[in-house]
């Protein structure tokens, strides 16, 4: 079935530094996908909307210039968060619907396997 | 917003049927209800989605109401393994069309 694939799962990291999380879809094409941040024990967080060839739909209250996200090809989005701080750990996931048709369920969603940000 | 309403948390017996209710009474027309779970520090599973008839897979069935403004997702027979929080979302079918995660209900599955 369809994956989407995320990497790293986990990573640590120095404040200051800036950390790239890439998301891919293993055999379909993604036009868009989706990045979302997750805190303890809440629920996921819409961040962004990543769109091929074109720049991020920012959500509301979400730093375009602290979180960076480029979908250069039709299956890589990657996120980058720039000069990471310690609030800014988190579970970071990722999510891209299948196309219409051709077997596909109508608009299912399939998410990465999540990257674990730690800033010290 | 999320466009749902579920209860914070509900416990179930291993074997048992486990019923999880969600509200979505704003829901259009066009928007099919889906069925998430998170299991701790995963990212979300697909379940299942229906946008009128009731479901059923593999994993779970849908029972939707007719005016469409609730329904239930049904784990026929929980295991420890169901143990997760589950989602349930109201969205298009437009593969551009995003998800709002609401905050979802937390199964105990009970030994």
């Known amino acids: 079935g369809a994956v989407v694939s995320q990497h790293p799962s986990w990573v640590i990291c120095k404040s200051g530094t800036s950390v790239k999380i890439e998301c891919r879809s293993l055999?379909?094409?993604?036009?868009?996908m989706f990045w979302y941040r997750q805190f303890p024990k809440q629920s996921l967080m819409l961040m962004a909307t990543s769109n091929e060839g074109s720049k991020a739909t920012y959500e509301q209250g979400v730093e375009k210039d602290k979180f960076l996200i480029n979908h250069a090809s039709l299956t890589l989005s990657t996120l980058t968060v720039t000069s990471a701080h310690p609030e800014d750990s988190s579970f970071y996931i990722c999510s891209a619907s299948l196309p219409s048709g051709g077997g596909f369920n109508t608009g299912e969603l399939f998410f990465g396997e999540g990257s674990r940000l730690t800033v010290l | 917003d999320a466009k749902t309403t579920q209860p914070p948390s509900m416990d179930c017996a291993e074997g048992r049927a486990a019923n999880l209710p969600c509200n979505h009474s704003t829901i259009s027309g066009n928007e099919y209800v889906y069925w998430y779970r998170q299991i701790h520090s995963q990212g979300p599973q697909y379940i299942i989605h229906g946008l009128k008839n009731n479901e059923t897979n593999e994993m779970a069935s849908l029972i939707i109401t007719e005016d469409r403004k609730s329904s239930t997702l049904i784990l026929p027979h929980a295991t420890l393994r169901d143990t997760a929080v589950y989602y349930c979302?109201?969205?298009?079918?437009?593969?551009?069309?995003?998800?709002?995660f609401g905050k979802g209900t937390r199964l105990h599955i009970l030994p």
């Open positions: 979302i109201v969205r298009s079918s437009s593969r551009d069309d995003k998800i709002i």
């Open positions: 055999d379909f094409q993604a036009t868009t």
